[in-house]
């Protein structure tokens, strides 16, 4: 099956005014109409690298960005690592997206001593951008792999994850999920942005996990078609 590539990288934190899906804004529009949902499947790849992703979490925070849980499992501390997401459709298109705004905003959570375990905040992981994925790929049911893409090290060496993208394994929760994708091809074609609704509430995805499944509704707003997401 062939993969078509395109990837996405999402150098700094934008305002929502520029770009709504990479940070959505807080609040619940008022929806004019119920159309169709999209259904997301995330999961932590398997991976052999320097640092381990142990799990993903989500919290209170009106900040959308998921939490990642790092391990350094080499013998040098890093000085900068970057996490990538991997999605694709059921026909095979993968589209792949990194962001080096961690290492700038927030650099001590990529700065790790060896054996060392942390929580990192990555923008990478927000809703938003995989939704924008869907756009791209027409697809209203996709499957997120996460994994490292790479890691500097404070000695200045560096590791590299491999190339060209992996096509995520498939699962049968997702297959399963995707059964509920209801969102026709216009719809998804039609999405111009993605909003956060924070309820004060603990998320409805708890604790620390390795995959989860996001049904992300989708409502016309004016002229606009918006995904909501709630956690």
Not at 9 to 14: A, E
Not at 91 to 120: C, D, L, M, R
Not at 168 to 179: G, H, I, V
Request: aromatic content about 6%; proline content about 9%.
């Amino acid at each position: 099956m062939a993969n078509h590539l395109w990837r996405q990288s999402l150098l700094n934190w934008l305002p929502a005014s520029s770009l709504l899906f990479l940070l959505p804004c807080v609040g619940h529009a008022t929806p004019q109409g119920q159309l169709g949902n999209v259904v997301i499947r995330v999961r932590v790849l398997p991976q052999e690298a320097p640092v381990r992703i142990l799990g993903i979490k989500f919290s209170r925070s009106p900040d959308p960005s998921p939490l990642v849980q790092l391990q350094n499992t080499s013998r040098v501390k890093t000085r900068r690592l970057w996490i990538e997401t991997i999605i694709s459709n059921a026909q095979g298109k993968v589209t792949g997206s990194e962001t080096n705004a961690p290492n700038y905003y927030s650099p001590a959570e990529h700065s790790i001593a060896p054996g060392a375990e942390v929580w990192s905040k990555e923008p990478v992981l927000r809703y938003g951008s995989y939704l924008e994925s869907a756009k791209h790929l027409g697809s209203n049911c996709v499957l997120v792999g996460v994994r490292v893409l790479g890691v500097d090290f404070e000695d200045g060496t560096s590791w590299r994850a491999s190339t060209p993208l992996p096509l995520p394994p498939r699962d049968t929760d997702w297959a399963s999920a995707c059964r509920g994708a209801t969102a026709s091809g216009n719809e998804v074609r039609g999405l111009e942005g993605a909003r956060y609704v924070s309820t004060g509430l603990p998320p409805k995805i708890p604790g620390e996990v390795q995959s989860y499944t996001l049904t992300c509704s989708l409502e016309a707003s004016g002229r606009d078609i918006v995904g909501f997401c709630p956690l």
